[in-house]
């Protein structure tokens, strides 16, 4: 049965709903998120808000607390909802190397014999914004990054304007999820205040109703004093972090690149001033998913690598060389042959005393061709094969006057 891309993804993403939503491999630390923020707006609505809907002339406008607290919150979750379930923009990766890049070279060892080899180039300068950028290469997802490009090691994924990744939302941010999660980051930061404001006015009334201190209204409230600490606690974070993006966007940077590239000139290429750099953020259209994790997997045909010349003649040696092995074994036959003729004449030499019939053979060459075609055999291009075509010539002619003998 074919799979989808989700169900046979490399990635260490997390895949609900048949691929239709897709996180980070830390998600479980997203419901601690939400009831970081649900638990304190319901404890804000029950013990603060439910008493302020009557303490206005406007009836009305005590309600309009509560609305908006709700309201808000459900904008905050709907924020992190697109922050953290979805592609924050992926590259997919290669199935093989580029083989556009791919380079060719050829090593040639002790004994003559030449063994390609093939390399990709580390990195490799771009042009953006008329400044020459570099990338490198990711052996994991087999391509050259693009610019802002990096690999996340949690997700184990290329993202691409990857800022950084976010454990609090179980996801990379990048670029196809940074609008949003400023946005949910600034947003908790707004709520934060309201609830902090509406906590603190709540105590401004019970002092006032009851003629009393600070104090006795605390005591009156202790929900409205744990609301207020907790919210000036987490303001130090979100706050700060609403601050720190701030700063990223009026200069077109990103976290990892902040820190990476702090001293570095290609911090300042994709600067095109502080305007435009938050209209990129905020109003350009957001990248479609380069990914399709619902798509069914087709399958690859097969690839013909075109090798280069090197390599065809290396092959075309290694031909040769099988070509010259088989001659290797034909010569250890033929010396075998040619000792043992050598050892039967002279056997019949001393039995029936013939000279006539002596064959002259040069044993010691003999002995060498036997010799130097084993030692030939164990290494493939040592040794000489060249044998005398005079001994066997000599052999037949041995043979031939043996039958007349018989």
Not at 94 to 103: F, I, V
Request: proline share 4%; aromatic share 12%.
């Amino acid at each position: 049965m074919t799979k989808r891309v989700f169900e046979a993804w490399k990635g260490s993403n997390k895949f609900i709903l048949g691929g239709r939503l897709v996180f980070g491999p830390d998600a479980r630390s997203l419901p601690a998120t939400l009831l970081l923020i649900i638990v304190p707006v319901a404890l804000f609505c029950v013990f603060v808000a439910r008493h302020l809907r009557h303490e206005f002339s406007s009836y009305n406008a005590g309600y309009a607390i509560l609305v908006v607290a709700i309201l808000f919150t459900i904008y905050v979750l709907i924020l992190l909802s697109f922050t953290s379930a979805r592609d924050p923009g992926i590259v997919p990766r290669n199935l093989h190397p580029p083989e556009e890049e791919l380079r060719y070279e050829t090593t040639i060892s002790a004994d003559g014999r030449q063994t390609p080899s093939v390399h990709i180039p580390r990195t490799k300068e771009v042009m953006v914004n008329g400044v020459s950028v570099r990338v490198k290469y990711c052996d994991t997802c087999m391509l050259y990054r693009p610019p802002r490009c990096s690999h996340c090691s949690i997700c184990n994924n290329c993202v691409e304007r990857f800022d950084h990744h976010c454990p609090w939302v179980g996801q990379c941010i990048g670029q196809r999820n940074y609008r949003y999660f400023f946005m949910f980051v600034s947003s908790s930061t707004l709520l934060c205040i309201y609830v902090f404001s509406m906590s603190a006015f709540y105590i401004k009334i019970l002092m006032d109703n009851q003629h009393g201190t600070v104090w006795r209204a605390m005591k009156a409230s202790p929900w409205s004093v744990a609301l207020m600490i907790y919210c000036f606690i987490a303001l130090w974070f979100v706050g700060g972090l609403t601050a720190f993006h701030l700063y990223l966007i009026s200069t077109n940077m990103t976290t990892y690149e902040s820190f990476k590239y702090r001293s570095n000139s290609r911090s300042i290429v994709y600067n095109r001033g502080c305007a435009n750099n938050f209209l990129e953020v905020f109003c350009s259209k957001v990248k479609p998913s380069r990914n399709n994790f619902r798509a069914f997997i087709e399958e690859e045909p097969p690839r013909v690598v075109t090798l280069p010349n090197t390599t065809r003649e290396s092959a075309k040696a290694d031909e040769d060389n099988g070509t010259r092995r088989q001659k290797v074994e034909d010569d250890l036959d033929i010396g075998d042959d040619l000792m043992n003729l050598s050892q039967r004449c002279n056997a019949e030499e001393a039995t029936n005393d013939q000279p006539h019939h002596t064959l002259d053979i040069d044993h010691e060459r003999a002995g060498s061709i036997r010799t130097e075609t084993r030692h030939g055999s164990w290494g493939r291009r040592s040794g000489s094969w060249d044998i005398s075509t005079s001994d066997v010539r000599e052999s037949r002619s041995f043979t031939t006057a043996k039958e007349g003998r018989g």
